[in-house]
């Protein structure tokens, strides 16, 4: 590849088309995985046990014949393929359907707790990736020492402890009052019925609901970017740009601030951005111990039934986050790093 002079400036003859032809595969790439995932979220539910028309009339008596007007009504009485057919088109149309079990569009469902989940899982998102990288950096510049050994085997611990598990825990000692004492954090929902009118008391009263959920994502989630960065730093700390840095007078603290740290932090970038499509999925488990009327206690309740149509639309919705955050993080990782480029 030669050099080129126009408007006076040096130009690389090239590259311009090989980082179009980047973002084309790249952006192919997620046009096939998202219409995997269309395929994937009709077919995946459809293997689940269970009638849905018989579950939505449990608690009432149904003859057969209202049975099968109900499964007409729904479509569940349609060939497979006609069914796959019309989900194609109502997707293409942006319909993700009408829930069974609140007889609502499922677009409209998601919409509203959208915004739950990512406040909760969101500012949890947020609060680990600063946790994490910030313990990783201190456990790499001690390596070896006390201060190492315990940011890791605590980090790991938490990390392999199960979401659910952690949460009642929490819910148990500081959810739950001991005699006459109340607890110190409520145990469900997201707000209280009795908060006092205006802006700042709802703001409060929705923290005090978030704080036990929250302690346990990031409990739990900071580990994974505490032992990237650890792992990133110690493999810059032997590079030969720190040791002219210190030869050249600056104090260990800069040359980790200016040179180690932002070099170590390129690795984390596919994972926070990872992390942040799954800000949309939230948390199934945390949100079902804590009551947190996000997308994650509504995908619950869709499979207790089973609510076919949201189901699909949750899981399309929850599964294309993560392909376009994960395609935004490679296109991204490129102009971080010149050797991708390269």
């Given at each position: 590849?030669?050099?080129?002079?126009?408007?006076?400036?040096?130009?690389?003859?090239g590259?311009?088309?090989?980082?179009?032809?980047?973002?084309a595969?790249?952006?192919?790439g997620?046009?096939?995985?998202l219409?995997?995932?269309?395929?994937?979220?009709?077919f995946?539910?459809?293997?689940?046990?269970?009638?849905?028309?018989?579950?939505?009339?449990?608690?009432?008596?149904?003859?057969?014949?209202?049975?099968?007007?109900?499964?007409?009504?729904?479509?569940?009485?349609?060939?497979?393929y006609?069914?796959?057919?019309?989900?194609?088109?109502?997707?293409?149309?942006?319909?993700?359907?009408?829930?069974?079990?609140?007889?609502?569009?499922?677009?409209e469902?998601?919409g509203?707790r959208?915004?739950?989940?990512?406040?909760?899982?969101?500012?949890?998102?947020?609060l680990?990736?600063?946790?994490?990288?910030?313990?990783?950096?201190r456990?790499?510049?001690?390596h070896?020492?006390?201060t190492?050994?315990?940011?890791?085997?605590?980090?790991?611990?938490?990390?392999?402890?199960?979401?659910?598990?952690?949460?009642?825990?929490?819910?148990?000692?500081?959810g739950?009052?001991?005699g006459?004492?109340?607890?110190?954090?409520?145990?469900?929902g997201?707000?209280?019925?009795d908060?006092?009118?205006?802006?700042?008391?709802?703001?409060?009263?929705v923290?005090h609901?978030?704080v036990?959920?929250?302690?346990?994502?990031?409990?739990v989630?900071?580990?994974?970017?505490?032992?990237v960065?650890?792992?990133?730093?110690?493999?810059?700390?032997?590079?030969?740009?720190?040791?002219?840095?210190?030869?050249?007078?600056?104090?260990?603290?800069?040359?980790?601030?200016?040179?180690?740290?932002?070099?170590?932090?390129?690795?984390?970038?596919?994972?926070?951005?990872?992390?942040?499509?799954t800000?949309v999925?939230?948390?199934?488990?945390?949100?079902?111990?804590?009551?947190?009327?996000?997308?994650?206690?509504?995908?619950?309740?869709?499979?207790?039934?089973?609510?076919?149509?949201?189901?699909?639309?949750t899981?399309?919705?929850l599964?294309?986050?993560?392909?376009?955050?994960?395609?935004?993080?490679?296109?991204?990782?490129?102009?971080?790093?010149?050797?991708?480029?390269?």
């Amino acid at each position: 590849m030669t050099d080129t002079l126009e408007h006076g400036r040096p130009h690389r003859s090239g590259t311009v088309p090989r980082t179009l032809g980047f973002v084309a595969r790249k952006l192919g790439g997620a046009a096939v995985s998202l219409a995997l995932v269309a395929v994937l979220g009709f077919f995946l539910f459809r293997v689940l046990p269970g009638d849905p028309a018989r579950t939505m009339t449990r608690s009432a008596p149904v003859s057969a014949e209202q049975l099968a007007q109900l499964r007409h009504r729904f479509g569940l009485d349609q060939p497979l393929y006609v069914q796959f057919r019309d989900f194609l088109v109502n997707l293409a149309r942006g319909d993700l359907g009408t829930s069974y079990t609140y007889n609502r569009p499922v677009t409209e469902l998601i919409g509203e707790r959208l915004g739950p989940t990512v406040l909760l899982v969101g500012t949890a998102t947020v609060l680990a990736v600063l946790l994490g990288l910030w313990l990783g950096t201190r456990a790499a510049w001690r390596h070896g020492t006390a201060t190492d050994r315990w940011f890791t085997s605590v980090g790991l611990t938490l990390w392999s402890v199960p979401t659910f598990w952690l949460g009642l825990l929490l819910l148990m000692a500081f959810g739950v009052g001991v005699g006459p004492l109340p607890g110190l954090f409520p145990v469900a929902g997201m707000s209280s019925p009795d908060v006092p009118p205006g802006v700042l008391p709802r703001v409060l009263d929705v923290g005090h609901h978030m704080v036990l959920p929250c302690v346990t994502l990031v409990a739990v989630i900071h580990a994974q970017f505490m032992m990237v960065m650890r792992s990133s730093l110690l493999e810059e700390m032997g590079a030969e740009y720190l040791t002219t840095a210190r030869a050249k007078g600056l104090r260990d603290d800069a040359v980790r601030r200016g040179h180690a740290v932002p070099n170590a932090l390129l690795p984390t970038v596919t994972l926070v951005f990872l992390h942040l499509g799954t800000v949309v999925a939230g948390a199934i488990t945390v949100e079902t111990v804590f009551s947190w009327p996000g997308l994650g206690l509504l995908t619950y309740e869709a499979l207790r039934v089973p609510d076919l149509p949201l189901l699909q639309g949750t899981f399309v919705v929850l599964a294309s986050s993560v392909i376009v955050m994960n395609t935004l993080a490679e296109l991204l990782y490129r102009v971080l790093d010149p050797r991708v480029r390269a």
